[in-house]
């Protein structure tokens, strides 16, 4: 039993250190299998048009990549119209500042030199620690993004081959029934379809409630925070909070009343609300049931070892561990423990009523073993017969 941990943990341990050290190489592949499952209904459907195979993949792609430019040129737009903005951000950024300093040196008797002194303290702090969580950040995300250009290629090879790879696992995992091992790969291919499309049309509803909001607030540029917050969304539980912080704090620095980040943060947290109980769960489905624990502990997880790309890859990869778990007995309670309670429980239960009615039919129509007849006695003849 020692031996078997052990060698666990050895495992273990060597594939954080192989994910971590490969960084670079693994993410573009990472991305690259989630978008080639995600175009791959794009591409069957022009093959069905008689398209060729290699035409369909390149058509994809295009589209993808179209839509990519699109939203970098949209969102720039927007950012160089907030530039403008800037020097009167500015301007009364100052002037908060300054009825800041008066406040305290009026009912905290501090004056104005050691609220400087205090505040550039607590300033140059914040922005060491927040320089080494950047450094960490770029470090495992900056020689990623230089292969990012290898992406679309790999994309192409994926869709291309993936009969080739569908052979390859059956080849390599001989020991199971093809068939299983087709039931398992649907339910994987299944489970980062669900996430991914359904993703896309969560952040579309969740940037327009976020747009409406902040419209109706008055806050400037209410489309591009909106959105920018529903982008967000790609780093679960915690995106949309940190897509709040800066409308927040625009609507401090250009509105009159500090009220309107209030209000933007109640705007903001009741969306968040919606998507995290009812949009999320009825457009994605129940496929990807990871628990909210199991994701936050995955998202600290995947950010300490990829940093922002492991953030976003977090809850897919772990829905595919789930699956995995889930398949593979040794391994089920795992799986178990990944799960929602209320789900598992669910499935469970049912399994309890299947079981008692099958045993109740049995019961009711037990098997009855072939018998004999029993051998009629010997009749004497009637007389006269």
């Not at 993808?64 to 970098?72: E, G, N, P, Q, R």
């Not at 806050?219 to 982008?231: K, N, V, Y």
């Not at 998202?299 to 890859?313: A, D, M, T």
Request: proline share 6%.
């Amino acid at each position: 039993m020692y031996l078997k941990l052990a060698a666990s943990l050895v495992a273990l341990i060597a594939t954080v250190y192989i994910l971590y050290t490969l960084r670079e190489t693994l993410i573009p592949l990472a991305f690259s299998i989630l978008l080639a499952i995600l175009l791959h209904p794009v591409c069957a459907w022009l093959e069905l048009r008689k398209v060729p195979r290699i035409g369909a993949i390149l058509l994809s792609i295009l589209v993808l990549f179209t839509a990519i430019v699109v939203l970098v040129y949209v969102v720039s737009v927007q950012i160089g119209s907030f530039a403008e903005e800037l020097p009167r951000i500015t301007e009364k950024a100052e002037a908060i500042l300054d009825q800041t300093l008066t406040m305290g040196e009026r009912y905290l008797n501090i004056s104005r030199t050691q609220q400087v002194s205090e505040a550039q303290k607590y300033l140059i702090n914040a922005l060491s620690e927040g320089r080494a969580f950047l450094l960490n950040t770029l470090v495992t995300t900056t020689g990623a993004i230089s292969t990012f250009v290898l992406i679309p290629l790999y994309i192409f090879f994926f869709l291309l081959y993936r009969d080739f790879f569908r052979m390859f696992v059956h080849k390599a995992i001989h020991s199971v029934p093809n068939e299983d091992l087709n039931i398992l790969l649907k339910k994987i291919y299944e489970v980062i379809q669900s996430y991914l499309s359904g993703l896309f049309l969560v952040i579309l509803i969740v940037g327009v409630l976020n747009s409406i909001g902040l419209l109706i607030l008055g806050i400037p540029h209410a489309i591009f925070f909106g959105f920018l917050a529903g982008f967000l969304i790609l780093i679960p539980y915690i995106g949309i909070l940190i897509g709040s912080v800066l409308p927040a704090l625009l609507s401090i620095v250009t509105m009159d009343s500090p009220w309107y980040a209030v209000g933007v943060i109640g705007v903001m947290s009741f969306v968040q609300f919606l998507e995290g109980n009812f949009i999320t769960p009825n457009i994605v489905g129940s496929k990807v049931s990871v628990n909210p624990l199991a994701a936050i502990v995955a998202l600290f997880l995947g950010g300490q070892l990829w940093g922002l790309s492991g953030l976003i890859l977090a809850l897919p990869v772990t829905a595919i561990l789930k699956v995995l778990f889930d398949a593979i007995p040794s391994l089920e309670p795992y799986g178990f423990l990944l799960g929602e309670p209320v789900h598992e429980v669910a499935e469970e239960k049912a399994e309890m009523v299947r079981e008692q009615t099958v045993t109740k039919d049995f019961q009711k129509k037990p098997y009855r073993r072939y018998r004999k007849p029993k051998k009629r006695p010997d009749v004497p003849p009637a007389p006269g017969v």
